[in-house]
């Protein structure tokens, strides 16, 4: 990575930053065809004459994606534009079968929304511009060992929804601030998983600098397709560099489109920026306006769920659980379902706190899954809790079975019958395995007697070991003290 910290600033810069989001939305079929969305398909598999281009088909709406489009608008505190229309958005890519994307530029379906962040000097409102829908293009496969590009045509048609933010972000850490709101608003409403990876969350950073107490902007520049949060935060970071040492050097930042590389730390040149103009939008002929009724907005409003703010309010109220828990189980919809249908059955918000933020945050880190991947059912959960509660089985057991449960969502009592888990108690074989422990550890023992408390941990440990964890700990220790008199 260029050392762009070397140079000395001789003025004081204000970042000006603004995105276009782009998010493909879990639509089961593509949003002008009956094609899948799938992902991860053998290449052109899920394709047919209207996304790939073909002479003669016809575009049709699938209203899935207005409804969804609807609901991001009113999560937003969008403005949704009654009667919408299609544009032809005109330019010659390979991976662009019909040598134009339809899109909306004129009257798209969102508009004058916001987004409520929380930044390191308070909260903030990022306002959105307009929130827009449109088709994917496909994807170019770079083969460097033939020495050719390969196009899939998969994702070409897969319906997107670009939000298109006002330049009202100064930093990095407000992007990602945004960005992970918008991630979560839209997860709640079920209109897109929004995995960075898969590509179905990705973003263009329009950036500029200008010197402090200015009003007018300065020459923004446009990086393509960022799809993770340390990719972002980087290519800000290094834009924000290169653009005040050209001008401390007396140079001038030129618009234009750039390509960020994570791997080099470093940024280059794709192609000049270009304006609407350039792409020769017009009305697209082939589909209908757009009308949304008073009675589907209605509809769509109705089924908005209860967002992350007013259900953390709610679970303040409701549960006896720390409000870091309640920070913690509310970021995911589906997460806090869980927890709420888990406590009703149990009647244990905390012990069900406990595992979500424990064992279940734990897996989903060591597997890089998130809470939406969580499989197992509140019913299992709710029974595993019940058997520790009971002291059917010991918390290392209940761990063990924990990790099955969360892998293939087992029956934790059927499990635990089945592999004979289940606690011992009979005093007659513990005082045998004790008296074996007792033998095979002298020094331990001489040490108990002697004074160190510490001692009969050690001794625990290692008749729970010899028992696989399937003894009381309790039972254990308490026969350890007598017999070591």
């Not at 505190?77 to 004129?106: G, H, M, W």
């Not at 409102?125 to 929130?131: A, L, M």
């Not at 609407?276 to 009308?291: E, G």
């Not at 293939?408 to 019958?417: H, K, L, Q």
Request: charge should be negative; proline fraction near 4%.
């Amino acid at each position: 990575m260029r050392n762009w910290n070397r140079y000395i600033m001789n003025k004081d810069y204000e970042t000006v930053i603004g995105l276009e989001v782009h998010v493909e939305l879990a639509t089961k079929t593509k949003i002008f065809c009956g094609c899948s969305t799938a992902f991860g398909a053998e290449p052109n598999s899920h394709t047919c004459p209207v996304c790939t281009g073909m002479p003669g088909s016809l575009p049709v709406l699938n209203r899935q994606v207005l409804e969804y489009a609807v609901a991001v608008g009113l999560a937003t505190d969008c403005e949704i534009t009654r009667v919408a229309k299609f544009d032809r958005k005109n330019y010659f890519y390979p991976d662009n079968p019909q040598n134009y994307q339809i899109s909306q530029l004129y009257l798209p379906i969102c508009r004058r929304g916001k987004v409520e962040i929380e930044t390191k000097d308070g909260n903030k409102f990022v306002g959105i511009h307009e929130i827009h829908m449109e088709e994917d293009a496909g994807k170019l496969i770079h083969d460097e060992r033939e020495d050719c590009s390969l196009v899939d045509y998969n994702r070409s048609g897969v319906p997107l929804i670009e939000i298109v933010s006002e330049p009202d972000m100064r930093s990095a850490e407000e992007v990602i601030a945004y960005l992970e709101t918008l991630r979560m608003l839209i997860r709640y409403l079920g209109a897109s998983d929004c995995k960075l990876q898969e590509g179905s969350m990705r973003a263009d950073v329009n950036l500029s600098v200008r010197e402090k107490g200015a009003k007018e902007f300065g020459t923004r520049t446009e990086m393509k397709n960022l799809n993770s949060f340390r990719a972002i935060t980087h290519a800000i970071e290094h834009e924000r560099e290169r653009q005040i040492t050209l001008l401390e050097a007396g140079g001038e930042v030129v618009q234009e489109t750039r390509r960020w590389d994570e791997g080099k730390g470093d940024s280059y040149v794709m192609r000049g920026k270009e304006d609407a103009r350039d792409y020769r939008y017009f009305p697209d002929p082939d589909l209908m306006p757009v009308y949304v009724s008073e009675e589907m907005l209605k509809e769509i409003r109705d089924k908005q769920p209860e967002f992350r703010a007013k259900k953390m309010e709610r679970y303040k109220r409701t549960f006896d659980i720390p409000e870091y828990d309640i920070g913690i189980i509310t970021q995911s919809r589906h997460m806090s379902e869980l927890f709420e249908e888990v406590s009703a059955l149990c009647g244990q918000p905390k012990k069900v706190s406990n595992w979500l933020m424990g064992e279940t945050l734990r897996l989903l880190k060591e597997k890089n899954e998130e809470p939406e991947d969580i499989r197992f059912s509140p019913r299992h959960l709710a029974r595993l809790i019940a058997l520790v509660d009971a002291g059917a089985i010991t918390g290392p057991v209940a761990k063990e079975v924990f990790e099955k449960m969360f892998e293939e969502d087992i029956d934790p009592e059927a499990y635990v019958e089945k592999h004979g888990l289940k606690t011992v108690n009979d005093e007659e074989v513990l005082r045998q395995v004790v008296e074996k422990v007792l033998a095979e550890n002298p020094q331990s023992a001489a040490d108990y007697k002697g004074g160190k408390q510490k001692a009969i941990g050690f001794l625990v440990g290692q008749t729970m070991k010899a028992m696989k964890g399937k003894a009381d700990p309790g039972l254990v220790n308490r026969m350890l003290k007598e017999m070591l008199g």
